[in-house]
């Protein structure tokens, strides 16, 4: 569970990835999307990058 304050906080990239790809993985009925989930991990590593390169 998440408490309000961090519900308030607007997603990251990377975290807004990881959701589309929870819920593809939790879409999946038998057959794996394999495309999408590739795009949708391209996406992530991308969004993690720029954080990280907006960290430094």
Do not use: C, F, K
Request: no cysteine; hydrophobic share 50%; aromatic share 6%.
């Amino acid at each position: 569970m998440s408490s309000p304050s961090a519900s308030a906080i607007p997603a990251s990239g990377a975290v807004a990835a990881n959701e589309r790809i929870r819920a593809l993985v939790d879409a999946a009925d038998g057959t794996w999307p394999s495309e999408a989930y590739e795009v949708l991990l391209l996406e992530w590593a991308a969004a993690l990058h720029d954080e990280v390169d907006q960290a430094a």
